[in-house]
């Protein structure tokens, strides 16, 4: 059996997403990223940016854009979502409409920016699902929710257990300035981001959650683009001691940085392969491994390290990715 089936009998399993998560707002960079997406694979997502990447008045014809370019022949891995405005802005349901009836079959995933509780994620869910029916799309599109007020982190363990939503995303900046100015502003960036005890605070609420209800915690973005491996760097600190599986880009040097720190090191990905074979012939039964007990619970942290393989471009052996991935 393959180790999805069997690791996760009577339990939902976690959702795996690329480890990147790069953001375009203006169509010249909407193409440029769908071309290093095609050069690179489908390491990293792109997000269309309907709420910063749309001029005032208009919201329509941003939006009717984006829906084209999902469309599109240059889509090719369809890993490319959008990010609506908020559902405080007039246009988010003019956002919705546009967007799932002409790329919702496409549509990698909506983001939805500043919520303020559970009841409002799930209003734009069932907008969402109400525009996929109405365009006879079948299938659930997924929801990624920002959390960056104070509110949506109080309710954060709420948010993630909606079924639809498979990803959180940390809004560090909005979250720090909606404390006014009680949080210094370094608190913004690095070394700070990851020191300072109420975003800590958050950071670790919002993993906390993911990982209870299986989602994918995704760390915010990192403002020093004239240094891309600062994003790595800060993808790492989020990665190691957060808990996070994916970070924010936005500059497109900052992708490859980002994915080098979330791939796994070849010691690991050797001991993983090693072990999940083993396991794999021996029916997935306890077995022992360089003097080393194994079972259920160390398989399913191998076959996740080895997804994170997979996703991130690594190199892994040929008979294993003939046997889990092939």
């Not at 005032?56 to 889509?75: F, K, M, S, W």
């Not at 919702?104 to 994620?121: I, S």
Request: proline share 6%; with cysteine; aromatic share 8%.
């Amino acid at each position: 059996m393959h180790p999805s089936e069997v690791l996760f009998q009577g339990e939902a399993t976690p959702v795996q997403l690329p480890v990147c998560d790069h953001y375009a707002g203006s169509e010249k960079l909407m193409q440029k990223s769908l071309a290093l997406q095609v050069e690179m694979g489908p390491v990293f997502d792109i997000t269309f940016d309907c709420e910063d990447g749309a001029a005032v008045g208009r919201e329509r014809e941003h939006a009717q854009l984006c829906a084209a370019l999902i469309n599109g022949p240059d889509n090719r891995f369809n890993r490319v979502g959008v990010r609506i405005h908020d559902p405080a802005h007039p246009a988010w349901e003019q956002d919705v409409d546009i967007l799932v009836a002409g790329a919702g079959a496409r549509l990698a995933y909506v983001t939805v920016p500043k919520v303020t509780d559970v009841v409002e994620v799930a209003r734009v869910t069932d907008r969402v699902n109400q525009a996929a029916r109405a365009a006879g799309i079948a299938r659930h599109i997924p929801i990624h929710v920002l959390i960056e007020t104070h509110a949506a982190l109080a309710q954060v363990f709420d948010i993630a257990a909606l079924v639809q939503v498979e990803c959180l995303s940390f809004g560090l900046m909005d979250f720090v300035s909606a404390h006014n100015g009680a949080i210094p502003g370094d608190a913004m960036r690095s070394p700070q981001q990851f020191e300072y005890p109420l975003v800590r605070r958050a950071m670790l609420e919002i993993s906390a959650a993911c990982h209870r209800h299986g989602k994918v915690p995704s760390h915010n973005v990192s403002t020093d683009i004239q240094t891309p491996q600062s994003a790595g760097d800060d993808a790492a600190r989020a990665r190691t001691e957060f808990g996070f599986l994916r970070k924010w880009s936005i500059h497109p040097a900052q992708i490859q940085p980002i994915v080098r720190a979330f791939q796994p090191g070849h010691d690991e990905i050797d001991a993983a392969s090693e072990i999940l074979v083993a396991a794999h012939e021996n029916n997935w039964a306890p077995i022992r491994h360089r003097g080393q007990l194994h079972d259920r619970a160390s398989y399913r942290y191998y076959w996740a390290l080895l997804q994170r393989g997979h996703a991130t471009g690594a190199t892994l052996p040929v008979h294993v990715s003939e046997l889990f991935f092939g």
